[in-house]
């Protein structure tokens, strides 16, 4: 799955500013959390909010790979357009899902995301596993913690952090 961005007539990527002859092929893994790691997603309704938000990401001409939930945080898997910057992808994702959230009174509370997101890259070859993971995330956060798991993945990818600045502990 590979964008091509130049002039292609029809499809999403036409809905967004092209440039001729730009061929890319992004696949980025993006972990996200709810205000203070609350767990709020339940499993009453996370299936309703994963197609919402694929809907959302479909909608702003990106392919969604794979989606999945815990309680406190959320993982997707998404082809990238490069006619749109990830942070608005990020910023039209949380935003939406937020108020959709709290216009359906899934919460007892007022629904935020948590400032902030991880993204990581993957090469084509890497797509099955990371699909896999993130279909796994029930099984895998049995055995580490979601913060443990973020920190891992920050540190794989060298990438510098400031425990102040991570996630925030449930409170």
């Given amino acids: ?31 996200f959390a709810v205000k203070n790691r609350a767990a709020l997603l339940s499993i009453n309704w996370d299936e309703r909010l994963r197609l919402y938000i694929t809907a959302t990401v479909q909608n702003n001409g990106h ?15 998404i082809g990238l357009n490069p006619s749109q910057s990830l942070s608005n992808l990020m910023r039209f994702v949380k935003g939406d899902s937020s108020e959709w959230i709290n216009k359906e009174k899934l919460t007892p509370f007022k629904f935020q995301w948590q ?51 991570i996630f925030k502990e449930p409170q």
């Fill in 115 to 165: 400032e902030g997101y991880g993204a990581f890259t993957y090469s084509k070859s890497q797509i099955d596993k990371v699909v896999n993971y993130i279909n796994n995330q029930q099984e895998h956060h049995k055995k580490i913690t979601f913060l443990d798991e973020y920190r891992q993945l920050l540190t794989s990818f060298d990438i510098v952090f400031d425990e102040r600045y």
């Fill in 1 to 31: 799955m590979g964008w091509n961005t130049g002039g292609d007539k029809g499809g999403a990527s036409s809905k967004l500013t092209t440039m001729p002859n730009t061929y890319t092929q992004l696949y980025v893994h993006i972990v």
């Fill in 63 to 77: 392919k969604m790979l794979c989606i999945n939930n815990m309680p406190d945080h959320a993982h997707m898997f």
